[in-house]
């Protein structure tokens, strides 16, 4: 897409209205049709393995961008070279990577209620109390009548039973696959050009761009995947007028807009429904 790029971090031009500033010029057609494409790929099928890991982990990546651009031309109609171009390019990349979730989560007696068999790092037991007498819970064993419904509603809800570490483990006392991202980040351009005179050249440019992220929603496999998507679009019309060899005006006028829907597995109200919060 870029012809050039200028960063701007000091003495700026009375054009920009503070310092630091990234600018950006666009390609643009030309009298002949040209075209460009690529593919990316990389992948744990090509890679090596790392040196402090006995099997490589799984990645993948996949990109792809194409460019096209040229004079507009309308057979017996219109014919735009030296006058009228147009420019269109797009590219989009996906990681369908997956990883191996490995939360801490409440062993099968904690669940309970009991935690006789929590200790610190030193091994010492971890006295429970009870918040309304202020004295330690007979053998560190909550009663279950003490247990709250809607505490038990979340624990079910949210957190699974250990599958792997001893019974009394309670670090990455977990396992299980998940999805990093399976969404597709994408980008469009288009420009069109058309000299107006000799000495007046106009151009009109549109980018959207959508990144698309699904993934887990956090180390907590029942916490199911969410999907945020940002679309993101801005155009410009420009207008460049030579008056005289050392006279230049030059009008711009562009604007910016942006939407970021986020949809996930649990909602608030939904969750306080489930489990009688209120």
Known sequence: ??????????????EFAHAGNFNMTTKSGTNELHGAAEYIYQGS?????????AKKAFSLYHAYAGTIGGPIVIPHLYDGRN?????????????????????????????????????NTNGSLLTIKDPITGQPFPGNVIPTAR????????????????????????????????????????SFIGRFDHQISP????????????????????QLPAMGYFRRIRFND???????HTIS??????????????????????????????????
């Open 199 to 218: 000495n007046n050249r106009f151009y009109v440019r549109y980018y959207h761009s959508i990144s698309n992220f699904h993934r887990i929603d956090g």
């Open 83 to 119: 006058r009228t171009f147009f420019f269109l390019g797009y590219n989009a990349d996906t990681t369908p990577n997956s990883t191996i979730l490995a939360p801490n989560v409440p062993t099968v007696a904690m669940r309970a209620g009991n935690f006789s068999a929590l200790t």
């Open 1 to 14: 897409y870029l012809q050039e790029s200028r960063i701007d971090s000091v003495n700026n031009s009375a």
């Open 245 to 278: 060899p050392s006279v230049i005006n030059e009008f711009r006028f562009g604007g910016y807009g942006k939407r970021w829907p986020i949809n996930s597995n649990y909602l608030g109200k939904s969750v306080i429904d489930q489990t009688g919060l209120v």
């Open 45 to 53: 099928a090509v890679s090596a393995r790392s040196f402090f890991v």
């Open 147 to 186: 247990l709250n419904p809607s505490a038990l509603a979340l624990q079910n809800m949210f957190y699974p039973v250990p599958n792997t570490g001893s019974a009394n483990s309670i670090a990455a006392n977990y396992r299980g696959p998940a999805k990093t991202n399976d969404g597709i980040d994408s």
């Open 234 to 240: 801005s155009w410009t019309v420009a207008d460049t």
